[in-house]
């Protein structure tokens, strides 16, 4: 007990000590790690401060609602900010990996529960993004719940029962899909668990609970489609146009390769890629995992065993079947990740749940000396890490939200690609400004713009040049904000007053 008692407490300070600093640069590659908690949180905020969505065009209410009301109402009792809305990202991490406990420990028992708990719990990149604001700490926690109602209702005896664990075990996964899309990496894990093992095509079919047992497929998609209609006719359909618009962005700009040498270049990043490819990025932070998921997952992509009267085994309920839909889950969210041109960090959460499975599955086939090394080696790298982020922690958001409200007028309206996420700690209403997917058309005239922000990079400063060439000068310059730490990322924010005030005396 006191030494589950000790993980449970790491568990917990890894992700409430110290939530409004800054995460540390090297935890992704990625400049979205400044810019999309703003993003994400956009109309919530807005809506809590000023009673509408957000100014514009771009609306992540839109792309996840739910997630969307539900910041709205954790800011109306904790108030509209940064920590309120990562405060919801670490209560949704903390429920995943209780969650993912008690799934392990129906499937597989008591201690490969222990052990994927720890694993996932301490797991960096999943701790550190359970931190922010961002869609898919919330994502992975429906995912985990549908793999667990399933885990319960395949061994419930009960029919009434097991019917209404696996209806809610496709319904998980349908919200899961809501909050989103990218959940879909995961539906050819489930729909093996759903179908693939189905316990009479086990057992023969024979009994009636056999074929009870059979048609909970068919519940589990009942559950997917309830859910994915009721979205699509109260949601999807009547938002159409902005939706298709944006996700049509995401596609072509973001995860379609557009050649068969993008494709090599996508696979080839991921494995030789540094900080950029899945594999070095999930090697460098979670070697021992890793290491221990390969050699669970490995075997179960070998041939069932066959027991008598050549009938596989084990049953999909049981720890056979809980490895294969974690391999498969796996093997899905790692093939996305190698052929998608986009694919940050952040996805990787994803499909950590599946790693810390297998891995937790893997560490029951180690001896005790061998478990004893891999439990040692992953705290130490583990340790090394987050003393790491806690060394270089900086709080450069906060400052700038602290400046940015002693500088701005009340009543201030700011646009730029990282406005949202400068202002989210202000009562200033912000927008975002990324052509191609928000705003790009006249930001400052339509949005009555009276500040803008420009990062210090190439194509920022190229497209904010070429719209408003008189607005970008150093004399309209108000302040400049440093984030990234080593990074030195620099952002920029301008005056638009005394820009038009300029533009009407000529």
């Known amino acids: 007990m006191p030494v589950r008692l000790l993980a449970v407490t790491a568990i917990l300070v890894v992700r409430l000590v110290a939530l409004d600093a800054d995460p540390p640069p090297w935890l992704s590659w990625s400049t979205g790690l400044y810019t999309d908690e703003g993003f994400y949180t956009l109309d919530a905020r807005h809506e809590a401060l000023f009673g509408t969505w957000a100014p514009g065009n771009f ?59 720890l694993f996932l719990g301490l797991a960096l990149p999943f701790a550190l993004y359970n931190r922010l604001a961002l869609q898919e700490t919330p994502t992975v926690f429906w995912l985990v719940l549908s793999f667990t109602l399933w885990a319960c209702g395949r061994i419930s005896e009960k029919v009434r029962k097991r019917t209404l664990l696996l209806t809610l075990a496709g319904a998980a996964f349908g919200i899961a899909v809501t909050f989103k899309a990218l959940a879909l990496l995961a539906l050819p894990a ?109 075997r179960c992509l070998t041939p ?52 810390a499975g297998l891995a937790a599955r893997g560490m029951t086939r180690l001896r005790r000396p061998l478990q004893i090394a891999a439990i040692a080696l ?69 949005l009555n713009a009276g500040f803008i922000a420009v990062t210090r990079v190439p194509m920022w400063e190229a497209w904010w040049r070429s719209h408003y060439p008189a607005l970008v000068q150093p004399s309209h310059r108000l302040a400049t904000f440093t984030q990234g730490g080593p990074r030195h990322r620099l952002v920029d924010v301008y005056r638009v007053k005394m820009y038009l005030n300029t533009s009407k005396r000529e």
């Open 59 to 117: 609306h992540d209410r839109l792309l996840s609602p739910l997630l969307s009301v539900l910041q709205q109402g954790v800011f109306g009792v904790l108030g509209a900010g940064m920590v309120p809305a990562r405060l919801l990202s670490v209560v949704f991490g903390l429920l995943t990996v209780w969650v993912f406990w008690l799934g392990l420990r129906r499937t597989q028992g008591r201690v490969v529960a222990d052990w994927g708990a």
């Open 304 to 355: 069932p065993e066959l027991g008598a009267g050549g009938r596989s085994s084990p049953p999909a309920s049981g720890p056979g079947g809980a490895e294969r839909i974690f391999t498969i889950w796996l093997l899905c969210g790692l093939a996305f990740c190698l052929l998608s041109t986009y694919a940050p960090d952040r996805y990787y959460v994803l499909f950590l749940p599946a790693l």
């Open 190 to 298: 489930f729909v093996w668990a759903w179908w693939g093992a189905a316990p009479t095509r086990l057992a023969g079919g024979s009994s009636p609970a056999s074929q009870e047992r059979a048609v909970g497929g068919w519940r589990e998609c009942a559950g997917v489609g309830g859910v994915l209609v009721l979205y699509a006719l109260l949601w999807y359909l009547p938002h159409h146009a902005e939706l298709a618009r944006m996700g049509t962005y995401y596609r072509t700009h973001q995860y379609q390769p557009h050649s068969w040498l993008t494709v090599w270049l996508n696979i080839r990043r991921g494995f030789v890629g540094g900080a950029r490819g899945v594999f070095p990025y999930l090697l460098a932070l979670l070697p021992i995992p890793c290491l221990l998921a390969g050699w669970g997952g490995g």
């Open 378 to 446: 992953f705290l130490v790298t583990s340790g090394f890490w987050y003393s790491r982020a806690w060394a270089e922690r900086t709080y450069a958001r906060r400052d700038a939200a602290r400046t940015l409200a002693h500088l701005l007028p009340p009543g201030s309206v700011m646009v730029g690609n990282d406005a949202p996420g400068l202002c989210q700690d202000t009562a200033i209403a912000a927008a975002p400004v990324q052509p191609g997917l928000s705003n790009d058309d006249h930001p400052v005239e339509r």
